[in-house]
Every structure is written in C-alpha cells, then in structure tokens.
C-alpha cells in the first residue's frame, strides 16, 4: 500500500540552525501538507499546498518557515533560523480529493 | 473557521468493556468528519471518515462513529476494547474535500486488563 515517507526520522540541531525536513507524498497525490504536534498536545496545521503553490497557512507558519516541492516529488519544510519552541514532531500529510489526508510517521525535530 | 473539542483528555476502560469517545465541532455548513488513531510515537492512522449520506460510519478495527447534526457531535464507539486499542485518539473537522483538517486535542485511552 502507498504511504507518505518523511525523513529524517529524529533531528537534533541547535538553536538557530537551518533544518530541512523531506517528505515524499503518494505519488498521484495533489495536495500536500504539513502539521506540527508538539510534545503532549494537539496536531496544528502549519500550511496546505497546491499546484505549486501554498494555498493556506496558519498563524504559526511565520517568515522563518518555507515549503518546497523541488523535484516533483519531495515536498520539504524549511525552518530557516530554528527556536527551542520549534521543537515537536512535524506531518507531513498528503490527499488526492477524495478528502482523506494520509500522514507519514513524522520527523521529531530537536532544538537544543 | 471550524473548530473541535474532545471533552475528556483521558479516558480508562477494562478490556472487553464498551468505549464512546466525545467529539463537537464547530462549523457552519456540513463538516467532513474524522477520527485518527495514533499509537505512542507513531503517525496518525484514519479510522473512519463521514462526509455525507448514512450517518452511522464503520470504520477499521471495530470501530464506528455517528454524526449527530443537531449535536453537532461525531462520538466513536466500540462495542468491546482491546489491549491493543489503547492509543491517542483525535477527532478532526474540515470543511471540504483536500480542505485542511482541523484537529481536537485528543482523548487518550487507556485499558484495563
């Protein structure tokens, strides 16, 4: 069965380090997202993209992050300069309309 | 903007016992519904979804859910628990096809042998 792949599976950067996280959706899939869950709380949505394009992003999507889809088929989150208040696991998620999102195992991302 | 509260953070049931998990939302037009399972490090795993038509839905591992529009609920249930159902459990809302999904804050589930 096809399913979302994201890597790395654990980070560990100090604070103000760049961070990549990679995902790569299902491959005929359109739509692509990405959540954050921080430890013992909710998953939140971070941005949905589209067409080449982010289509909504949230309050917490601020200037220090990015998404990309470089190759048609890896779509990555940038965190350009990271905060300790950055660390959480990270989804990413991926849906073909037909309105179910499927999500990869997460990346844990640790700032020290 | 569609939201969702799970009202209990945790909930604790012996094995065999039934289970009904809460779930509201908030939205104005008619929601797409969905619970999520995520087991103790993993991702997030759909359970079942209701987007329109019979509003009682099954899903995997046992489990259904009904979407009440004059509660505005969407509650999970299962008629008898497993060792292995005990996980964290998210509702979420959206508001249409490929639209973002809105998360609750979770119910964790613990059981009892």
């Known amino acids: 069965e096809p399913e979302v792949t994201q890597t790395p599976s654990h980070q560990v950067t100090q604070m103000g380090q760049e961070v990549i996280l990679r995902c790569v959706p299902i491959?005929?899939?359109?739509?692509f997202y990405w959540y954050r869950q921080i430890l013992g709380q909710k998953v939140e949505f971070l941005v949905s993209f589209y067409n080449n394009e982010i289509s909504e992003k949230s309050e917490i999507f601020d200037d220090q992050f990015s998404v990309e889809r470089p190759d048609g088929s890896n779509f990555t989150l940038k965190i350009r300069s990271t905060k300790l208040e950055d660390s959480a696991m990270y989804f990413c998620?991926?849906?073909?309309?037909?309105?179910?999102?499927?999500f990869g195992e997460g990346s844990r991302l640790t700032v020290l | 903007a569609q939201s969702v509260t799970q009202p209990d953070i945790h909930i604790t049931v012996s094995e065999g016992a039934s289970l009904e998990l809460r779930c509201n939302y908030s939205?104005?037009?008619?929601?797409?519904l969905f619970w999520y399972v995520q087991s103790p490090g993993q991702g997030l795993q759909l359970l079942l979804k209701?987007?329109?038509?019979?509003?009682l839905v099954q899903g995997i591992k046992g489990f259904e859910a009904e979407f009440k529009r004059s509660q505005s609920s969407f509650n999970l249930r299962k008629p008898s628990v497993h060792w292995s159902d005990a996980a964290e459990y998210f509702c979420a809302v959206g508001a249409s096809r490929d639209d973002k999904i809105i998360f609750g804050k979770g119910t964790r589930l613990h059981i009892l042998p």
């Open positions: 998620a991926s849906s073909k309309n037909t309105g179910e999102l499927f």
């Open positions: 491959s005929n899939h359109l739509y």
């Open positions: 209701y987007f329109s038509g019979d509003t």
């Open positions: 939205y104005g037009a008619t929601p797409y």
